[in-house]
Nanobody, 116 residues
Framework: QVQLVESGGGLVQPGGSLRLSCAASGFTFSSYAMSWYRQAPGKERELVARITSLGRTENYADSVKGRFTISRDNFRNTVAMQMNSLKPEDTAVYYC?????????WGKGTLVTVSS
């Protein structure tokens, strides 16, 4: 079955950096787009970044453009997101996502806290 496992979250000061990673299994990874979503306390889950199956196209939420970079390794079945210049408003649980056969799959999430 599809499994997504996130890692890399933690506490960071404003202006700092973190790198999130998601390990995928149970499907043909190189055939599917991958996304990162986040959900802040009291807010709806939102799309942060998406990368197409072969990594040729990346899309970002306006709030993270120029600061976050999504990437993937189709040999290791992993997707990562480099987050730079972090702001307190980036504080959220970050989720890895893919859609396979019209079904959405999610990891359990990793918490990112940006605070001094």
């Amino acid at each position: 079955q599809v499994q997504l496992v996130e890692s890399g979250g933690g506490l960071v000061q404003p202006g700092g950096s973190l790198r999130l990673s998601c390990a995928a299994s149970g499907f043909t990874f190189s055939s599917y787009a991958m996304s990162w979503y986040r959900q802040a306390p009291g807010k709806e889950r939102e799309l942060v970044a998406r990368i197409t199956s072969l990594g040729r196209t990346e899309n970002y939420a306006d709030s993270v453009k120029g600061r976050f970079t999504i990437s993937r390794d189709n040999f290791r079945n992993t997707v990562a997101m480099q987050m730079n210049s972090l702001k307190p408003e980036d504080t959220a649980v970050y989720y890895c996502n893919t859609r396979v056969s019209q079904s959405d799959y999610w990891g359990k999430g990793t918490l990112v806290t940006v605070s001094s």
